[in-house]
């Protein structure tokens, strides 16, 4: 029986109709004229041989040019052998142009065979031609089986088409082949990652009557979504209706909750999820444990996440780099960045390289208690082991060394930056040092930093105009500050309640009442309403130049506005 589908968007249809197989570069490798003439004994030699040439792409590649030309030719499960570890090298696009290969030489694909290449396809963004692979399948006369629809389905949920991957559900469900527990689970995480929970929610309650019982790894889509969200209630009550219908937890469920629970600062109940896992034979792993610890530390408890690594280390579980890298951020976040030294030297000692992330923690540290030099050192140091720092790196050093009044330093490594180019600034490295310009007043420096940014293709956004308007106004550039305020009103960035306060404060400052009078009425009437700072500012100017009435006017505005204490 050909299997048919009726598919209703429009846009599945143009998948499957449409789009012909695109042409990729060739992967082959010179082939010697000799393998034309390889007896069968010297093929069972090769067949024992070839693998050793599967742990790189190129030795994939010239196992595979060479194993197509084999007489008799090689079984299906050979060729996928082959394009399935490629596949786990994520180099989709080398196992597409090896399938054009085999159809270059005559061998026909095996529908396994074609249900990789439609992997790879979704995969590398190009859904239109998986689903022409499809179309090819039908063609040939094969049945797709479950996996190619759930292929495509993903293809779709990966590729941000969860609307699609809903039609083409309901498109084939009714058909021949019934779709399994794991179609729905990836459409449940396809929906979760999209932030759609409610309909996520729909779907498990309808697939109740089309498959035996929903799975632990749908619960656990909806679960760690919701806990992200922080509705915990709503997560408690699916693991209870887990429990009534007989869907065991797992730890991924209970990592899940214990992480909701403890970002909500409700220990007692997370603790209390711990010890449930225990008493039901579900002990917590490693990941679990560091999102207990990553949670404590986040909420500055350094006691209770050294506790909880002590106890990880009682059950047998070693902890990780993940482990020692939350509590060094731990520490550092509680401004005790010495502590977080000694973790850093502990976790080298245990075996684990120190990285441009570890050292990135301590950088940034040392910063923000404004001990720069031992910052610089770090610095130095990661050259001296070979480590590139990265855009991280040198913002967090920058940021220290402006904060520091060493803004000529700065400047130095935004330059090496671009020098070495191994790592762009990006807008917050930009805003760090035209922040620090602005403040000392080196208005010229901050405006060519400003076109700079401009001009590297950066598109600044709503803190490097208020830092940019707020020290030309400071500085009496009225005139620059207007123009760079209008300059704003053109992009699609908007001004907010700190861009208009600035201006209306230069603008005071400079004589021009009215205006700023003018600016006020538009924040009135637009989605951007002055705060009380803006009215102090205003109220201030008029009681100095003795419009008393007006002051008045505008101060019993604010209290109808409720910006008075």
Request: with cysteine.
């Amino acid at each position: 029986m050909v299997f048919v589908f009726n598919i209703c968007s429009s846009k599945l249809k143009m998948y499957v109709t449409r789009y012909a197989i695109p042409k990729f570069q060739s992967c082959t490798v010179t082939k010697p004229t000799f393998l034309f003439n390889l007896q069968f004994g010297q093929n069972l030699m090769f067949y024992s041989s070839y693998q050793c040439g599967l742990n790189s792409i190129g030795g994939a590649v010239a196992s595979f040019n060479s194993i197509i030309h084999l007489h008799p030719p090689p079984s299906d499960m050979e060729i996928n052998k082959i394009l399935g570890t490629i596949v786990k090298m994520k180099d989709y696009s080398t196992v597409i142009s090896l399938y054009k290969q085999m159809e270059l030489v005559g061998l026909t694909p095996s529908i396994y065979t074609l249900n990789i290449v439609i992997n790879c396809f979704c995969h590398a963004g190009h859904l239109e031609f998986g689903f022409s692979i499809l179309g090819k399948i039908m063609k040939i006369g094969y049945e797709p089986d479950t996996v190619t629809l759930n292929t495509l389905i993903k293809g779709l949920c990966i590729n941000g088409q969860i609307r699609e991957a809903l039609e083409f559900h309901d498109s084939v469900r009714g058909k021949r082949y019934k779709l399994n527990e794991v179609t729905y689970a990836i459409l449940i995480n396809g929906l979760c990652k999209r932030g759609k929970t409610s309909t996520a929610i729909e779907l498990l309650r309808k697939i109740e009557y089309q498959i035996d019982k929903p799975t632990v790894h749908m619960y656990n889509s909806i679960i760690d979504c919701l806990c992200k969200d922080g509705l915990l209630t709503e997560a408690s009550n699916l693991l209870a209706e887990m429990f009534e219908k007989g869907v065991s937890p797992d730890v991924v469920t209970y990592t899940s909750l214990i992480h909701g629970f403890c970002n909500a600062g409700q220990w007692r109940e997370a603790t209390r999820l711990l010890n449930e896992m225990v008493d039901k034979k579900i002990y917590p792993n490693v990941i679990s444990f560091n999102a207990l610890i990553d949670a404590l530390c986040q909420k500055g408890k350094m006691v209770e996440a050294r506790g909880a690594v002590d106890i990880m280390i009682q059950r047998g579980l070693e902890p990780n780099v993940v482990t020692y890298t939350t509590i060094m951020n731990g520490y550092c976040l509680n401004n005790n960045v010495d502590k977080a030294r000694e973790v850093y030297r502990v976790m080298v000692k245990k075996g684990f390289p120190p990285s441009v992330f570890s050292y990135n923690i301590l950088v940034n540290g040392y910063c923000k208690i404004k001990r720069v030099d031992e910052a610089m050192n770090l610095f130095t140091e990661m050259h001296h082991k070979k480590l590139i720092p990265d855009t991280i790196t040198y913002t967090s050093l920058m940021d220290g060394l402006c904060k520091s009044g060493r803004t000529s330093d700065a400047q130095e490594l935004l330059e090496e930056m671009h020098n070495i180019g191994k790592h762009s600034p990006d807008l917050i490295t930009y805003n760090v040092l035209l922040d620090a310009l602005c403040k000392g007043q080196h208005l010229d420096e901050g405006i060519a930093l400003f076109h700079r940014i401009v001009d590297s293709g950066i598109a600044p956004n709503i803190i490097t105009y208020n830092i940019l308007i707020e020290g030309l106004c400071k500085g009496g550039k009225l005139k620059t500050a207007r123009e760079v305020f209008q300059h704003l009103l053109t992009k699609s960035c908007c001004p907010n309640v700190r861009t208009y306060t600035a201006m209306i404060n230069g603008l005071c400052d400079g004589g021009f009442m009215d205006e700023a009078m003018t600016l006020l009425s538009k924040m009135k009437d637009s989605d951007c309403p002055p705060n009380a700072v803006t009215y102090d500012i205003i109220i201030q100017d008029l009681l100095r130049k003795n419009e008393n009435d007006m002051a008045k006017q505008l101060l019993l505005e604010m209290i109808d506005r409720g910006l008075t204490n």
